[in-house]
């Protein structure tokens, strides 16, 4: 049973999940919803130096609206199978599902821990629904976060609180001397995707 993902408030402090993102470890993050909206998984290499997430260039946003499969403006080159990467290898995206009624795992990332450069210190992830519709029309929005033997290490699911908005970043893998966490963050958008970037750029 996925935990409850609130909307973050104030002075809210999450409980992160301790993961090993060791030389050669692999990480999957699982997006499922139920319902005929185009929701979209996207998840950014960034850097953050005490004032957020933060990137500066294309090649660190995996997204389908960053992919040349469904923008020819894009840079991520879209593989035979559908999916596509970013250009150090590091992500990877399943491919664009256009609604969630069809397959129990409807979008896919897969993280490749020996890929992510030093300089990236967090990769936040987020979800966004497409085409101005808001989740107050999404069903059982969440995601579940597996380690590369398939065990499931936290699963998450949007609550009503987020009805109102059309992007959520639902959290951030962390780098610390500890290695990796994944931090649940609930922070809702209203906007486009760019509005979203915006947001860690």
């Known amino acids: 049973m996925p935990l ?44 953050n130096g005490g004032n957020g997430a933060k990137v500066n260039d294309f090649a660190q946003v995996l997204s389908t609206y960053n992919a040349k499969s469904t923008n020819p403006n894009g840079m991520l080159v879209t593989n035979q199978d559908r999916s596509f990467s970013t250009p150090c290898g590091a992500l990877t995206h399943s491919g664009d599902a256009r609604t969630g009624v069809t397959t129990d795992i409807d979008e896919l990332i897969t993280i490749f821990g020996d890929k992510v450069g030093s300089e990236v ?44 908005f059309n992007a959520v970043q639902m959290g951030s893998l962390i780098r610390s001397d500890k290695g990796w966490e994944y931090a649940p963050v609930g922070s809702g958008f209203m906007g486009d995707f760019n509005a979203v970037l915006g947001y860690f750029s």
């Not at 979800?127 to 999404?138: E, K």
């Open 4 to 47: 409850a993902l609130p909307l973050a408030k104030p002075g809210d402090v999450v409980q992160k999940l301790q993961l090993s993102l060791n030389k050669g470890a692999r990480f999957t993050v699982e997006l499922r919803w139920d319902s005929t909206h185009d929701v979209d998984a996207h998840a950014l290499l960034a850097t």
């Open 121 to 164: 210190n967090e990769i936040p992830i987020f979800v966004t629904v497409h085409g101005g519709a808001t989740f107050a029309g999404v069903k059982s929005a969440s995601i579940t976060i597996k380690d590369d033997e398939g065990k499931v290490l936290g699963e998450y699911q949007l609550t009503n609180e987020f009805a109102a």
